[in-house]
Structure formats: C-alpha cells, structure tokens
C-alpha cells in the first residue's frame, strides 16, 4: 500500500487579497484627503481668521500677560497645525502613509519580522491556514488507515472537516479584525484633515483626541490579532510536528489532532476579545462585532424587567389610592392622584377648624 505524504498547500490567499485592497484604500486615503482639503480651505482660512482676531481681542484686553512668549507660541501652534492639515503632501506623507502602514508593519513584527510589502506582512494568516488544512490532511490519512472494507473512517473524516473549519473559522476571523481596522484606518485618515485644524481652539480639541484615540485603537487591534494568531500558530505547529510521525507509526492521530481543535476554538474566542483589550489600551471605544447578541439579550431584559416594574408601581399606586381615599374621603375626593400632589397633601391639612 502506498504511503500517503501530507504537502503544504502554501496558501497565497490573505496576502494576494491585502495587496489588491492595500492598494485600493491607499489610493483612497490619497485621493479623499486631497479633496477634503481642497474643499476645506476656505473653511480653514475663516477659521485662522477667526483665531487671529480672538488673539489680537485679547491682546487689546490685556489678558495676556507674556506677550511675546505667548505670541511666539501661537505662531509656532498655527504653522504646525496648518502646515500638516492644509498641506497635501506633508499630510500624505508625514501623517497618513506613516499610519496606514503601521499596523502591518506592526503584525510582521510580531509574527516574524519586518517586511516591505503587504503581501509579505499577511504571511502570518497564511501560514496559519497552511498548518489548519496539513492537519486536515493528517486526519482524512489517519481515516483511510483506520478504514473498514475499503471506506474511510466516517469518525473521523467528520473529525477531520472539524479541524478545517475551526482552524478555518480562527484565521478568517483575524483576517476580518485586520480588514476592520485597514478600512477604519483609511476612513479616518481621509478625513483626517478636519480634526487637526480642530486644534486650534480648546472647544473643539476633544475632537482631535477623539480621532487620534480611534487611530491608536485600530493600529492596536491588528497588533493583538497578529500577537495571538502568531501563539496559537506556534502551539499548532508543535501538536502537527508531534502527530506527524502518528501518520507513519502506530499512534492513532486523531488523539493527537484534539488539541488543535482546542487550541482553534481558544484563539478565536482570545480574537474576539482583542477588541476590548485595543479600546483600552487607547482609550477609545470597542465597536462590536460579535456582540449582537448580547446586545439584543440585555435589550431585551432592560424592557422585561421595565414591564415587571411599571406593573409593580401601578399596583402600589392604586393601593395607596384606596387608602388616601378611605382615610380621608373628604380630603381627597380624587381617586387619581400623582405621587407628588399625595405627597404634598399629607404634609398639609386645609382644614384648620377643630370640631369641638
């Protein structure tokens, strides 16, 4: 009987798809950040205006109590901010190209070393599908050894499409975290401009540290996502280098293969908390995206529990009615009654005549 070899497949996949979509939002960025601040310009210039006035105002006021030092720095403050938010190229290229590049510089840091080109930062994702689908392998071989008449293990043939679609599951889901925050990146980098001449008063500076926390937060996602996948590849990869001599030999691969499923299902409920974990660390706000139905559950519990208590308050409303009402029927001839006028009422008497 010939023996079956497990080859690794060499998944292109990830690393073919973010070149063709790196490119795409690249020129994205480049092309809504040139409008927007085409368009903004105007806009811009009022707003100088407006801050040069406030500034001469409180000079004329004498409010300023250094003012050459405070000049000096107002000068230096509105070079800066328009310089990189009116200036297409510095923009481009000091600002948007830098952190649009950052996250997947980021993630083959982490995973193995830095690299040059998007295909070879997204080698992480396919060299984890690569060791998902040998295992698929290893296992559909184990099923032909273990075979009765000539038909495969039905056991663990299922076992073995287990293995592909969990391992599967793990690694798209790490690719859709690294799509979210690519494309969030490009959208808040096209209109980035807005934000930094939000700089140039204190009103609106929340704005800016708003945008800078979501830029930081989505860099961190993809750094988290490629941390973990890169851990989860490393325990994969020693169970398949351990079960693969279980192929040839005598040992039953499938009770080596477990683990990997384990494994797979832990590193994608460890991916669905990378989201909180990059809101935290830049002190944004996690967007959810495998939080619906939680959400819908808590929804749901708020208004169940809101009908419980507004049946609850209505019983005791009309139980304290009744009482008012049969203490004093004169005083209180209404039978409808809101909570405050019955708490008014008890504290005041209008009847002040005592009966002898």
Request: net charge positive.
């Amino acid at each position: 009987m010939a023996t079956a070899v497990v080859t690794s497949p060499n998944y292109t996949f990830y690393s073919d798809f973010f070149t063709k979509i790196d490119s795409v939002l690249s020129g994205y960025v480049s092309s809504t950040s040139a409008s927007i601040i085409g368009s903004f310009n105007g806009t811009a210039t009022t707003l100088l205006a407006i801050y040069v006035a406030l500034w001469g105002w409180m000079m004329i006021r004498g409010t300023i109590n250094e003012p050459l030092r405070d000049g000096l720095q107002r000068i230096i403050k509105i070079s800066l901010i328009w310089g990189f938010a009116m200036s297409v190229g510095t923009y481009q290229t000091q600002i948007s190209s830098w952190v649009f590049n950052a996250p997947g510089d980021a993630a083959a840091l982490i995973s193995g070393g830095p690299s040059a080109t998007p295909s070879s930062e997204m080698n992480f994702l396919d060299n984890a599908e690569d060791q998902v689908d040998m295992a698929y392998q290893k296992e559909t071989i184990q099923a032909g050894k273990d075979s009765t008449l000539g038909v495969p293990d039905i056991g663990e043939e299922i076992f073995a499409f287990v293995i592909l679609v969990v391992g599967s599951i793990m690694v798209l889901y790490g690719a859709f975290l690294y799509i979210l925050s690519l494309v969030a990146l490009a959208v808040l980098l096209a209109i980035g401009p807005i934000f930094i001449i939000a700089l140039f008063f204190d009103a609106s500076k929340p704005f800016f540290e708003k945008w800078i926390g979501m830029l930081f937060h989505y860099i961190f996602v993809v750094m988290l996502t490629a941390a973990v996948l890169g851990i989860i590849l490393n325990v994969v990869n020693a169970y398949t280098t351990k079960a693969n001599a279980a192929v040839m030999g005598s040992v039953n691969f499938t009770s080596t293969a477990l683990p990997i499923v384990i494994i797979s299902l832990v590193g994608a409920l460890i991916l669905m908390q990378v989201q909180t974990k990059a809101a935290a660390l830049s002190g944004g706000v996690a967007l959810a995206t495998m939080g619906m139905f939680a959400a819908t559950a808590s929804f749901l519990k708020r208004g169940a529990m809101g009908t419980v208590m507004a049946r609850r308050n209505a019983a005791r409303f009309k139980a304290d009615t009744r009482r008012l009402t049969r203490l004093a029927p004169g005083l209180y001839p209404e039978r409808k009654l809101g909570a405050a006028a019955r708490a008014v009422a008890s504290k005041i008497n209008p009847n002040t005549i005592k009966k002898v």
